[in-house]
């Protein structure tokens, strides 16, 4: 018999260096088990809780989080989630960014040096707070590494896809049962528009535009955007146009 798996973005709102954000986690379940992708930023977890609840989701459920990548409003939450629940849920994530993840190497895009710039720009309790927050980063131990087109045995089977650019282990998932992508942020969704990796938050700009070409084969129906949401009209003619 089927399972019956379930696909819910959770909007956290919030802002980034002074300008409104809203930011999409994703929670994913079957009969058995529940998987959340990312994490927000630090403090969410309450809102994710509060999400899953309405989902008819009990926390107990809650076996896995998959790390997208390392960036600060990806891996926020999870200190928070690891402290409640302890060894319940396993942290999945690329070994490329492993590391950062673990704090055992700085966060390639957290340094408080190459951030003087953008945190002079801000009020400054808003700026102390960043700052402090670049030299004292989340981290959380990663239980298992994840490698391209590996298939987690959960919701139906999560096909890995290993998409680099914007960091180096930055990974897209493919929930294969609802055929939805979740691209983390391989792409954006801005003006029910599917668009290509942001330029200025993009380590290397022609690799994540290069990864973007591991989705062309795929029978996708809906993609979710980390920064942007769901995207579900015309949804491989979009996907083409970025190819081309």
Known sequence: MKANTGVKMIPLQGEAFGKPMVIYPTLLWDDDRAVLVDTGMPGSWEIIRQEMSRAGIPLERLQAIILTHQDLDHIGSLPEIVRELGGQVEIYAHELDQP???????LLKADPKTMAPLLAMLPEKE?????????????AMVHKTLA???????????????????????????????????????MV??????????????????????SLKKFEN????????????????????QLYALLR
């Open 127 to 139: 700026r102390e707070y960043l700052q402090w927050l670049c030299e004292n980063p989340p981290k």
């Open 189 to 210: 969704y801005m003006n029910e528009a599917l668009r290509g990796p942001i330029p200025q938050n993009t380590l290397d700009m022609e690799l994540a535009v290069n």
């Open 148 to 186: 391209d087109a590996e298939i987690l045995p959960y919701c139906g089977g999560i096909r890995i896809i290993h998409t680099p650019g914007h960091t180096p282990g930055h990974i897209s998932l493919y929930v294969q049962d609802s055929k939805t992508l979740i691209a983390g942020d391989a």
């Open 100 to 106: 950062y993840i673990e704090g055992t190497r700085p």
């Open 218 to 237: 795929l029978e996708i129906t809906s993609i979710i955007c980390y920064h942007g949401g769901m995207c579900q009209n015309n949804v491989q003619e």
